[in-house]
């Protein structure tokens, strides 16, 4: 066991080095903090859509989906808005341009007469410029496949 016997006092001497552990510590926390933040923020409105088997098409910036879920009730992004207000909503969203494209998708449970009803409504409202989501990459059950 070794000891140092020699007394100068309180006096330190001075270490010039940094000490980066605890800095690399705090740094690798806050990365866990967010890889597990990160998926956890991103809210979406639960729909089941149905599926097409087309070529994806390249995907905007920052779409503008218009969801209608399986009780019929319509959302902009993930806020919920009433049918009697899809016009204004849609143009606070998009400021007023009119020529931007709406993304509309439905839960496959919607019968069709209601997505038509929505369409028309976006039609009313000034917006023509629509394309319809579904998944992509899953063949249709009983539909033949493109060739």
């Known amino acids: 066991m070794g000891a140092r016997l020699d007394d100068d006092g309180d006096d330190l001497a001075e270490n010039h080095e940094i000490n980066v552990t605890p800095f690399i510590d705090v740094m690798l926390v806050l990365l866990i903090i967010f890889m597990v933040a990160a998926p956890l923020s991103t809210v979406d409105v639960h729909v089941d859509l149905p599926v097409s088997t087309a070529k994806p098409a390249q995907r905007p910036d920052k779409p503008l989906y218009l969801t209608i879920k399986s009780d019929l009730s319509l959302a902009i992004g993930n806020d919920a808005i009433a049918r009697a207000q899809i016009g204004p909503a849609l143009d606070e969203f998009t400021e007023g341009d ?50």
Request: hydrophobic share 45%.
């Open 98 to 147: 009119r020529q931007k494209r709406i993304f509309l998708r439905a839960d496959k449970t919607v019968p069709y007469g209601q997505l038509m009803d929505v369409m028309n409504m976006l039609r009313r409202a000034g917006y023509l410029k629509i394309a319809l989501v579904g998944l992509e990459g899953v063949p249709v059950q009983g539909l033949p496949q493109a060739r």
